[in-house]
């Protein structure tokens, strides 16, 4: 029985380093800033103690956005996590909580400036919206979720850098 043990152990030891070989899966190929938004015409202090003012050229770009028409725009917080070739990878912009959650996995790279990817916002461990957007680096796209408190939460995501 203790042949049987050292014969196995010695076995484990050789196979081990094949085990521990790097997962190209989880190399980065760069990273994503994500911000999560607050948008409302009521009073902008229902969106709690971590909303933060914005600044002016955040500003001009969400009231640019077509289809929004409010008078008060706060940050609730930001997550900027690496971009993993293989895997969905997460953003927690509105941190400690959990309850808003932004996936985001590589479909394609298009150049050395662009990426496809799938990005699902989950809110309360539900998925709300799914798309498939090209996005460059150094440009964000805003995507308008659900009503909350009322008034309604904003999803800016941008590319901030692609490893070749």
Same mark, same amino acid.
């Given at each position: 029985?203790?042949?049987?043990?050292?014969?196995?152990?010695?076995?484990?030891?050789f196979?081990t380093?094949?085990?521990?070989?790097?997962?190209?899966?989880m190399?980065? +190929?760069g990273a994503?800033n994500?911000q999560?938004f607050?948008a409302?015409n009521?009073?902008p202090?229902v969106a709690g103690? /971590?909303?933060?003012g914005?600044?002016?050229?955040?500003?001009?770009?969400l009231?640019? +956005?077509?289809?929004?028409d409010?008078?008060? *725009?706060r940050?609730?917080?930001?997550d900027?996590?690496?971009i993993l070739?293989? *895997?969905e990878?997460w953003?927690?912009?509105?941190?400690?909580?959990?309850e808003i959650?932004?996936?985001?996995?590589?479909i394609?790279?298009?150049?050395?400036k662009?990426l496809?990817?799938v990005?699902?916002?989950w809110?309360s461990?539900?998925?709300v919206?799914?798309v498939?957007?090209?996005?460059?680096?150094?440009k964000?796209?805003?995507?308008v979720?659900?009503?909350?408190?009322?008034?309604r939460? /904003?999803?800016?995501v941008k +590319?901030e850098k692609l490893n070749?």
């Open positions: 029985m203790v042949m049987k043990s050292f014969l196995l152990y010695l076995a484990l030891c196979l380093p094949t085990l521990w070989a790097d997962d190209p899966g190399k980065s +190929i994503m994500v999560l607050f409302t009521e009073d202090a103690g /971590i909303a933060k914005v600044s002016e050229t955040e500003l001009k770009k009231k640019a +956005i077509e289809g929004l409010f008078e008060h *725009y940050l609730m917080g930001c900027m996590p690496d070739k293989g *895997y990878n953003a927690t912009p509105l941190l400690p909580s959990k959650l932004v996936s985001f996995q590589p394609r790279k298009s150049g050395d662009k496809q990817m990005l699902e916002y809110q461990k539900r998925k919206f799914s498939n957007p090209i996005l460059t680096i150094g964000s796209l805003y995507l979720g659900p009503e909350w408190r009322k008034g939460l /904003i999803l800016a +590319i070749e």
